[in-house]
């Protein structure tokens, strides 16, 4: 017997810690760990002793006898894996231990940020004996995208908010919610009580298209309806246009499988979710039963993964389509076999996700609303397709932090390993560090952070060890105070466990997860809660 890891591995590499044989591939160090799209366990080395499926934060470890069948092609997957990349050189890897230099026994840092990087990086540092962390969020609720932007029906994957929630617990972690960095106070107030400040605050912006329409009504970002859809306060009153039969969205990656996803699922499989009940309540009644996935490149460069794309194929009650002469011949791609799949079906009724491929965007007609977006083929000619909502899913981007440098090109934080550089005198910024998509650029998923994270700490250590770094003006309590004397409705963590407290006890009544609250002042009032 084995164990296999199937869809929805969040690559942090918990279970490569823990296994006693080393069979699970790729590790951090190897050359394929940053692009791969999950990890693999070797079924002729794995012991089946279980370890790697105890340590698993998001369930995705499996026996092999006890597989669902749903996930049954996931054997092959792994044993696939080993087939082309032999296992070799099986060893122990190295795991840093971490500690701080025996004449700088004191570390502050503060993190902005309480997603996945900044969990990761929060979680890094107070492994250390003598470092304290500061986390500053500007809701009042944490964990960024695992809360606000992966699909509410991944469940599994959700459950990293446990595994952060454990961190934000930890004693000589700190929390502050309902507090913006630059409005409440500057990057230089922080270094002021901290030794460090690292930045980790996501991509909140979204890419363009660049093309005529973009601004009509009835083009949306994917982030936007994303976050709609999560309940995130900035986007709870957004509205989209579902009365039309036909939506398009533009990109073929996971975020774009998300949205073509939700955009059909039966209503009762969304009661089930922990979805913002206002946009349980707009999709029940959407009229929307067609979803146009588009791709300006061939299948070959589809940014999906396989695992998303053959759940896809799965779900009851939809049909996933594509054209058989944009597909293409098969090269053995289980991307490409799920293609040619849907390409082989013809036509469907019902729900329809339909795949194209080498279409690219050149205007998006209407008048005061999206009516058509017209597409260049790969021929020369073009094709228009008739839809009253687009939804564009080609990326996040970073945005400018006031008084950091700030690279429009790449839309991240100029860096060296996490320390945050000024272009113009080649110089780090003293203190000032970064993590997660604001230093990478939006691309991997939430355990890609972890490596990202723990680079961004070794630079901080290394830099106290060198004396590179200021020691606080004063005792911690004087941050608390300057916060409390200046942010009228500061919350700390006690605040946020009655908000998640609350949460729960509305989805215990309906059934649900949770029923999450999505104004700042549902939020407010829930933390006041005094039972």
Known sequence: MTYVISKGCCNDGSCIAVCPVQCIRPRPGDADFNSTEQLYIDPDTCIDCGACFDACPVEAVHSDWD??????????????????????????????????????????????????????????????KGVSVTMLERLPTPFGLVRAGVAPDHANTKKMADRFGSVLARPTVTSYFNVEVGRDLSIGELLAHHHAVIWAGGAPDDRRLGVAGEHLAGVHSARTFVAWYNGHPDHAGEEFGLDGGRAVVLGNGNVALDIARTLLRAADDLSATDMAQHAVDALAGSDVCEVVV??????????????????????????????PDEVGA??????????????????????????????????????????????????????????????RAIGYRGA??????????????????????????????????????????????????????????????????????????????????????????LLDKSAWGRIDLEEKRRGREISRPRQKLVTIQELLDASRATS
């Open 294 to 323: 588009v791709g300006r490149r061939g299948p070959e460069h589809a940014a999906c993964s396989q695992g998303e794309l053959l759940a896809l194929d799965q779900i009851e009650g939809i049909t996933v389509l594509a054209e």
């Open 67 to 128: 597989l669902p069948d749903h996930l049954a092609e996931y054997s092959e997957i792994n044993a696939e894996y080993f087939a082309t990349n032999p296992l070799t050189g099986v060893g122990t890897p190295s795991f840093t231990r971490r500690a701080l230099p025996a004449d700088r026994p004191e570390l502050r840092v503060a993190i902005v940020g309480t997603g996945p990087a900044a969990c990761y990086a929060a979680g890094t540092l107070s492994d250390v």
């Open 330 to 391: 098969h090269d053995g791609d289980r991307k490409r076999t799920v293609l040619l799949r849907a390409a082989g079906r013809g036509g469907a009724e019902g729900k329809v996700i339909r795949f194209r491929f080498g279409l690219e965007p050149l205007a998006i007609e209407g008048a005061e609303r999206v009516e058509a977006i017209t597409f260049r083929r790969p021929d020369g000619g073009t094709e228009r397709i008739e839809t009253k909502l687009v939804l």
């Open 400 to 489: 400018r932090v006031d008084g950091l440098p700030f690279d429009e090109a790449t839309a991240t934080l100029p860096h060296e390993s996490g320390r945050v550089v000024d272009p113009e005198r080649g110089e780090p910024v003293d203190g000032v560090y970064c993590s997660g998509w604001i230093k990478r650029g939006p691309r991997g998923i939430i355990g890609s952070n972890r490596l990202d994270a723990e680079e961004t700490v070794d630079s901080i250590l290394q830099d106290l060890g060198a004396h590179r770094l200021t020691d606080p003006l004063g005792p911690a309590e004087d941050f608390e105070k300057l916060l409390r004397d200046r942010v009228e409705n």
